[in-house]
Every structure is written in C-alpha cells, then in structure tokens.
C-alpha cells in the first residue's frame, strides 16, 4: 500500500494507574498533544479519582487496575515503586490468564526490583512489558499538583530487554515524545546505578542535612538565618517521605555504594580543612564549579534553566 494511503495509527486508549504529580501529569501531557484516545485512571484514593475526574484530567475512572487489561492499549502504573512491583506482578499474571496484549509500562525511579519480580514470575520481563523511569518531576506529590509541561525539554529512559515487543518499545517512546520528552534506552543496572549517584543520594543529603540542623539544639536559629543556599539544596527534603523509603530500600546496593563514595570524599574534606590545606580545599571546590558550570550549560541546551 502506498505510503500517501496508510490509514493512521488511532490514538491509544491510556490507562492511568496512580493518579499523582507523574500520572496526572502525563495524562495532561497527552491530551494537551492531542496523542490519546481515551484516558482512563484508577487510584486507590477516591478523592484522588474524583479530582482528576473533575480537573479533566482523565475522562473516566476505572473500578480496578485489572479493568485496565481489557480496556486500554497502554497502562501506565505511576504508583510508588513497591506498589508499581506488586501491580506488575498482578498484571502480568493476569494478561497470561487472559490473553490480553495491552502495553504495561511504569514511570518508578528504580528498576532493579520491577525486573527481579518479572524474572522470577515470568523467567524474562514479558514482551509487552517496557519498563520506564521520566527523569523530570518535583518536591510535590499529587494531582493537585499535576501539570501538563512537566516532561517538556527532560529525559525518560526506558530499559528495553532482548524479547521486548518492537512495537510495545515504538509504542510506549510515542507516548513520552508526545508528553515532550526525548527517550534513551539504557540496561536497568546501568540506570539503577546512574539514578543513585544523581537523584538517590542527592535525596538522602537532603533529609540527612536538614535533620542534622532540626535536630541541634540552635536548629531553630539555623533555619530562622538560613539563604538561598540553603533553600536550594534542601528543597528536595520536602519531597514525599514514602516514597523515598521506597527508593532507597529498592536502589540499596547502588546507594550504598553512592554514599560510601560521598562520605570518604566528605572526609578528605574535612581532613582539608583540620589541616588548614586551602590548596586541597580549592582544588575540589574549582574541580566541582567547573563540572557544575558545565551541567547547568547543558540544562540550557535543552531548555532548562
Ligand atoms: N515525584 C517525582 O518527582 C517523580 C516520581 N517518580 C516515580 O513516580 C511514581 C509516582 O510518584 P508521584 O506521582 O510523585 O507520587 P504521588 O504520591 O503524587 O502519586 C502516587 C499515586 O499512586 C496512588 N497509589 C498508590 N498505590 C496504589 C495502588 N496500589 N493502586 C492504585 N493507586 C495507588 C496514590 O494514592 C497516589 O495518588 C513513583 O514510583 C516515583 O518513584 C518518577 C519521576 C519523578
Ligand atoms: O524534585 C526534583 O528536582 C527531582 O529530582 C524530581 C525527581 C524525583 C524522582 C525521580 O525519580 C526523578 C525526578
């Protein structure tokens, strides 16, 4: 058939599971592209349902998750990263009973546990599913605080296996070009690894700092004549606690490995600063300026500030 005559692709019928900052977002995404059917959601949050419902953020709710299998294209779990293995898990299972060959994809932070689970259940992640992760998001949780150009101008990685579906893989980098992301692919371990160092461990630094300072006996002080430095690294401590215990319980061996790397630089640091050594102290600060000056130059490349 020519090209000129292929009839087109309908848009995909998404079902939306966790309808939170990440779910409420992409499904804001994708009806502001005009790049879903219908949109569907579920969450085990009646209000959560009722406000995505009333924002038109989905268009209908789901009574379960498993409704999902027989009734959209792509399903999305946007749960926290336990309950997004325990979902697979359960629908998985139950696409095999079925027959169903709707796409299961995810948004978690970490990949290593949703992986495991599928080896042990299946021996290979299924082909249709395609594991993801949108490297974009922030301190806020809830539909509340959904907003459609939240994945505009960031990354989402996916972590293809060998046996993936090719149109599943096609199908579910449509969906993250048309919220306005630009998609990688990259092995699980390899992002496990890479999410520690740059999103894990920054998190744990966060908590870690600014309960330090709640807990000294000055602490109301500290943050009484706290600047704009201090606001700046410890926004992400205002993040979702649950979902961080999360993270760092299912990405614990990379962030092990992250921290320990950080605390002995920490204490060369500070065996830098005992010592009076200003030339070490400079080395590291200019070493670091110069790697920071180069990634806020790259977030401008592509549109961040
Ligand atoms: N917050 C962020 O900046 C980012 C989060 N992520 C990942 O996205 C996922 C969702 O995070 P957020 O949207 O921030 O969380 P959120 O707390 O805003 O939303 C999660 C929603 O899932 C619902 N939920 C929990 N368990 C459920 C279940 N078993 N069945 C149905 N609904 C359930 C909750 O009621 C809630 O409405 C997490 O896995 C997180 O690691 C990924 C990128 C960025
Ligand atoms: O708030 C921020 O700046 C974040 O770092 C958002 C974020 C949180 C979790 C992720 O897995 C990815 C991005």
Not at 185 to 196: E, F, G, I, K, N
Not at 224 to 230: E, I, L, S, T, V
Request: hydrophobic share 50%.
């Amino acid at each position: 058939m020519p090209l000129a005559v292929m009839p087109e692709k309908p848009a995909p019928t998404v079902a939306i599971i966790g309808l939170g900052l990440i779910g409420g977002s992409l499904a804001l995404a994708l009806r502001e592209a005009g790049e879903a059917g219908e949109l569907l959601g579920c969450d085990k949050q009646a209000d959560a349902v009722a406000e995505g419902i009333a924002r038109r953020v989905i268009d209908r709710a789901l009574q379960s998750p498993r409704e999902a299998l027989a009734q959209a294209d792509i399903i999305v779990l946007c749960v926290p990263t336990m309950a997004a293995a325990d979902l697979l898990a359960d629908l998985t299972q139950e696409a095999a009973r079925t027959g169903s060959s709707a796409i299961i994809t995810d948004v978690a932070s970490v990949k290593g546990g949703l992986e495991a689970r599928m080896l042990a259940q299946h021996g290979c992640v299924p082909p249709r599913v395609v594991l993801g992760h949108p490297i974009a998001g922030s301190e806020r949780s809830g539909v509340g605080a959904a907003r459609g150009g939240l994945f505009r101008d960031h990354l989402t990685i996916l972590t293809p296996a060998e046996n993936t579906d090719a149109d599943a893989l096609a199908d579910v980098s449509h969906l993250w070009r048309a919220a306005g992301a630009s998609v990688v692919c990259m092995a699980v371990s390899t992002h496990d690894r890479v999410l520690a160092a740059t999103s894990h461990l920054p998190h744990v630094l966060a908590y870690c700092l600014v309960d330090t300072l709640a807990r000294s006996p000055h602490g109301d002080d500290v943050f009484r004549f706290a600047a704009g430095g201090f606001r700046d690294f410890t926004r992400i401590a205002s993040s979702d606690p649950v979902m961080w215990r999360d993270v760092a319980l299912a990405n614990r061996g990379a962030l092990l490995e992250a921290i320990d790397d950080f605390a002995q630089h920490l204490i060369t640091l500070r065996a830098a600063i005992d010592a009076g050594d200003g030339d070490a102290l400079l080395q590291t600060f200019t070493a670091a300026k110069t790697a920071r000056d180069s990634f806020s130059a790259l977030q401008a490349t592509r549109g961040r500030s």
